[in-house]
């Protein structure tokens, strides 16, 4: 009887302890190891980087619609490339207004002053001001922080109905970069000797008249 109430008093006092130490009888679970997020991959189409969530003027300028009838704007890679090295961009304040397939804004180059044609039809009612302060983000980032206006579109849908996108968008560009090797033959400038990416600034590694010569040709103005 004895026994039994000792053995009765030391649980209850484990018991006790337990309920006012828990942190020490607590077991270590193992914690799921954070996984890094996977960087979104971005399609190529003939050596281009071409987004399939941006819509396209067959002058290369994209437009990605950003909700409540604004639509952002830029060029694509394969402009950014024609460029070579922009110095400066040129083009309306916010406030002005855009006319689709009409004359947006200048960039100015190594070579000279290429005009690009607006891909929507708007009120401009931002600009990248980074953009302008760096004008090689273009380059770099065409399609994130190279960046150029975002406008306000009374008609949405009308402005991207008008521009390519998906197989279409895809097929436009594989026609482009094979147009633009033919010009540019027999120098293979336009891409690697192994078919891969559209060599960054080869608007560089062209004399100042083909370089007028192959930027009107693609750019449409």
């Known amino acids: 009887m004895v026994a039994l109430l000792v053995l009765a008093t030391f649980v209850a006092f484990i018991i006790i302890d337990v309920l006012l130490h828990r942190e020490k009888y607590r077991f270590p679970v193992a914690e799921p190891v954070p996984t890094e997020a996977k960087p979104e991959t971005v ?8 987004p399939d969530t941006l819509a396209y003027h067959p002058g290369h300028t994209w437009a990605m619609q950003r909700g409540h009838g604004r639509i952002r704007i830029g060029v694509d890679e394969f402009a950014a490339s024609l460029l070579g090295r922009v110095l400066k961009i040129e083009g309306p304040p916010a406030g002005r207004w855009l006319r689709q397939g009409e004359k947006g804004w200048t960039m100015k180059t190594v070579h000279g002053e290429a005009v690009m044609v607006a891909p929507v039809e708007g009120e401009i009612v931002a600009v990248n001001e980074r953009v302008r302060e760096d004008p090689s983000l273009v380059g770099r980032d065409p399609y994130g922080a190279g960046w150029l206006y975002e ?7 009308v402005s991207l109905r008008n521009l390519l ?50 930027t009107r040709r693609f750019f449409l103005v």
Do not use: F, H, K
Not at 151 to 157: F, G, I, K, L
């Open 151 to 157: 406008v306000y579109s009374p008609d949405v849908e």
């Open 165 to 214: 996108s998906g197989a279409l968008a895809r097929r436009w560009m594989e026609w482009a970069v094979m147009e633009l090797r033919q010009m540019l033959a027999p120098n293979a400038l336009a891409t690697a000797l192994d078919g891969g990416r559209l060599q960054p600034e080869l608007g560089l590694q062209l004399g100042a008249e083909r370089w007028r010569e192959v």
């Open 43 to 50: 399609p190529m189409v003939a050596g281009v980087a071409l």
